[in-house]
């Protein structure tokens, strides 16, 4: 059995995709491209797909994964190509490897994030991030299930920025771009709670929804302050695999 990890968008309109949406168009995806699929044992199976840390509803994403796995093996760029031109624009499969090593799910510990304030001064979002920043603790409250839950969000913002290039946002109105990069802890910490930590510490409320697009996910890396590309662990194993092969078909007996 063949295991395909990868990564896939949510972009323009497509954001507002539900993740059982997704699924459902992924599922029609791997029919319509003829993937030879494992399937689940049971009355009512269902394709080996394994999906890891969606981003909400509403939000934008460039580094969303999952991981399948196949009864036959697929060239993983011809197979992403297939899929790809299956899905509809916006969901957009733009990277593929095979699994050469365990725990996909493990290497997704921290998430950057871009949001996007509309009719927000960029002064006025660099005094609300210098106040979030240096708060002991920011509480702010979700409504869950159970009722309204309140914690505490700071310690999960490893960083939180203004990132205001003209080239990223609109000369003719006033618009804040913030980059903010979340650890993965429980409870979670998404985008709408620093937003709603931002209005605690510094009453920073946009008047407009903000735009918010996950970036990038993967490991925290602590000495350079960034998140690491997940797929690249398969990306080497696979290189060396490559690279072992004349070496073993040179000691091979004649």
Known sequence: MQRIRLRYTKRGRLRFTSHRDFQRAFERALRRAEVP??????FTPHPKVSYANAAPTGTGSEAEFLEIALTEARDPEKLRVLLDESLPPGLDIIDAVEARTSGLADRLTASVWELRLDGVEPEQAERAVAAFNAAEAV?????????IRTFDARPAVVQLETHNETADRPTDQACAILR?????????VRPDD??????????LAPPVPAAVTRLAQGLFDEETGTVTDPLAPDREAATAATEAEPAAAAKAPA
Not at 140 to 146: H, L
């Open 37 to 42: 699929m494992a399937y689940s044992a049971g």
């Open 139 to 147: 509480e702010v409250q979700r409504m869950t299930k159970n009722g």
């Open 180 to 188: 903010l990069v979340v650890r993965h802890v429980t409870p979670a």
């Open 194 to 203: 620093v937003l709603s930590g931002l209005r605690a510490v510094a009453d």
